[in-house]
């Protein structure tokens, strides 16, 4: 594990961060690329970053500060820890799409063509995330003795599955099916809609390997917070592909209003 890549002027430089800005830039890339197939000026993208990305990270620290609010009301100083070594990805991309859908809005564009436009790209996101975890030794799966196993720390021998890179696949397998469906004829909104199936069903999964080790069983339950979570995804996805698809719309060449 390199949980930290380098130290400047005595701050450390973290892999998981590195990675997420990775992302998000990857991300900016492919959304401009694919922004005209759904009528969207392309540099429009690149002024959304700011609302998706700042959101995001932000919801992603929130997210994970009231997950971990035992630690953090015990310890305030480290609510504002600028090393990205607590976030939680459901509170990221919940903000991200809220600012997203804000910017849509602002700029008078079909807030349902500019998330399928996101769509893939915030996916993409993710899975660089995830090799983020991996670096940074955490959200790994149980403890084994397997080839594949690696060490999430220099003072702890043992070896963890690296359930990140399953969830990472997961969601690739996902990310290929949905652009075979946008091959497709579809309304506006399908491919956000595919995209929360994707991740909350890849997480659903992902957290069977985690359960016990680095997320937490919900009380005397057999599954955990992200358990429901990752289904409440699901099922709006799959509400949100049923709405859409009765009013079926043809992509247009102009930006929708």
Partial sequence: ????????????????????????????????????KWGIDPERMVDATFWGAIPGILG????F????????????SEIWSLQFAG???????????????????RARISAWAFLDACAVPLLITHVVGRIGCLLNGCCHGRETTAWYGVRISDTITALFEP?????????MVGVGLILLFEKRTRSYGSSFALCLIVWG??????????AGTSSTYWG?????QAHVAALVLVVLGLV??????????????????
């Fill in 220 to 224: 005397s339950l057999p599954l955990t």
């Fill in 87 to 105: 976030l939680t990805s459901f509170g990221g991309v919940i903000m991200a799409i809220a600012g997203i859908v804000f910017y849509a809005k």
């Fill in 163 to 171: 359930a990140q890179v399953l969830e990472g696949f997961l969601v």
């Fill in 240 to 257: 949100v592909l049923w709405r859409v698809s009765k009013v079926s719309r043809p992509l247009q060449s102009e930006e929708p209003k």
């Fill in 1 to 36: 594990m390199h949980p930290v890549l380098f130290k400047l002027f005595g701050f450390e430089v973290r892999s998981y961060g590195v990675l997420l800005v990775i992302g998000i830039l990857i991300a900016v890339w492919w959304a401009r690329k694919r922004a005209p």
């Fill in 60 to 63: 992603a620290r929130l997210g």
């Fill in 201 to 210: 069903g890849a997480r659903f999964i992902y957290e069977f390997f985690r």
């Fill in 65 to 76: 500060i009231l997950q971990e609010w035992s630690f953090y009301s015990k310890n305030p």
